[in-house]
């Protein structure tokens, strides 16, 4: 029945509720039914009427010419909501194809470097350890050649046979270390340089100790040196060359 109901009321341009209505007044006064007068309004078969009075035409709808009233317009409220900023996605190298920065800067120059190093310790060895070694002629200058005696120049030999000089130097430096122990020594030297020094320096001895502390120290009596058991002519030169080892005044 809706649906019949729906396109009668299209038809006839009545609403629903009308139509309706005036359908079931109708059936009830022709002895029929809703479905029957609304298939006779809407244009179907006609409806046999068993009453004698004439069917009545379908009620007349006066339709106002008056366009109904507008209704105001609330506007609801309306939430404007912001879209998240868009950020520019970042750039991306394919895989195994990213270059790490390198840092470019002044290129090294090590054999600059190295030469200036050198330069510097060839200047450093000439003032300070051979310039002060060279001998001259000048008035007033000092040597290191000692006038030895004979017996001294015999005891010199005895030194050397006995390697003394594997723990002694005879050589004052120029540098903090050998400080007080006596003049530095030159170039034109005539005492035994040395090898190392493990024993202390004998370039001055003679101005250190006396005769008998020489022999005793020769001998091992009175220190921890190895002793040595010489023959009286090469112990007497041996002292004689300590004693006379002296590049200083004492």
């Not at 649906?3 to 038809?11: F, G, H, V």
């Not at 540098?175 to 190392?196: F, H, I, K, M, P």
Request: one cysteine or more.
């Amino acid at each position: 029945m809706s649906d019949l109901l729906a396109a009668t009321s299209t038809t006839l341009g009545v609403p629903e509720d009308l139509v309706r209505r005036s359908a079931e007044a109708r059936a009830a006064e022709a002895g029929s039914n809703v479905d029957e007068i609304l298939t006779a309004w809407g244009g179907g078969e006609a409806i046999v009427v068993t009453s004698s009075a004439a069917p009545e035409p379908p009620p007349s709808v006066e339709v106002s010419s008056e366009p109904p009233a507008q209704q105001e317009d609330v506007a609801p409220d309306i939430v404007i909501e912001t879209p998240p900023a868009q950020t520019a996605p970042m750039a991306t190298a394919p895989p195994g194809t990213y270059q790490p920065p390198v840092l470019v800067g002044a290129p090294d120059k090590p054999g600059m470097i190295i030469l200036g190093a050198i330069g510097l310790f060839l200047v450093v060895l000439m003032m300070g350890l051979i310039g002060p070694s060279v001998a001259t002629d000048e008035p007033g200058s000092r040597t290191s050649e000692i006038p030895y005696s004979q017996t001294a120049v015999n005891g010199q030999r005895v030194y050397a046979s006995l390697g003394c000089a594997a723990c002694h130097t005879q050589m004052v430096r120029p540098v903090v270390a050998d400080v007080g122990l006596g003049a530095v020594t030159l170039n034109d030297t005539n005492q035994v340089v040395g090898d190392r020094r493990f024993g202390p320096d004998l370039s001055d001895v003679g101005t250190r100790m006396t005769s008998s502390q020489l022999e005793a120290t020769v001998t091992g009596d009175t220190t921890k040196h190895p002793p040595h058991n010489l023959a009286p002519k090469d112990m007497t030169a041996l002292v004689a060359y300590l004693l006379e080892s002296r590049n200083s005044e004492g």
